[in-house]
């Protein structure tokens, strides 16, 4: 008789067991991917601002590549990226693996630099320096981000950048 009374009380003990265990396990919410990212556009300079950094009259160069470097606070390449630009001279590099092992020292403003590789068009293929683009040029803040739902992306700016013609017209 002893155990048909507790038969009840067992069985109560053991729901509530169970609906305690699946309370507490709540889904766990998908993780935010945040993601740095590094934009510019790369030119061909005219002729007529050769020797300069002005980039009027210029166009903008489709498959050029550029490439990003990022070195650590030891001064050693923790990161690089080549990357293409599309048909209208704008290159947007998702620096995919980019990690800081030092929360200021490697930071992209400090760590990252933006330097031309190449140029398709053999009229206009040589490098210049403009914006720092031969060094590397350094990254800027421009309080860009993309946001969607558990994605963040923040969006530095580097250049613009520009390559120019090999011969040019004399100045008449």
Known sequence: MALTQLLPII?????AAVHSTTANELPKPAEKVLDVVVEGVVH???CGNYGTWALSKS???EGATI???CKDHRNRVSF?????TAKNGYFYAQLKGFVMSHSFLDHPLHACKVKLVSSPITTCNLLTNVNYGLYGAPLRYEDKKIVGTNYEAIVYAAGPLAFRPATCAPKS
Not at 80 to 84: D, L, N, S
């Open 67 to 69: 490439s990003v470097i």
């Open 59 to 61: 166009k903008p160069i």
């Open 11 to 15: 069985l109560l003990l053991s729901l």
């Open 44 to 46: 061909c300079q005219s």
């Open 80 to 84: 690089y990226k080549a990357c293409k």
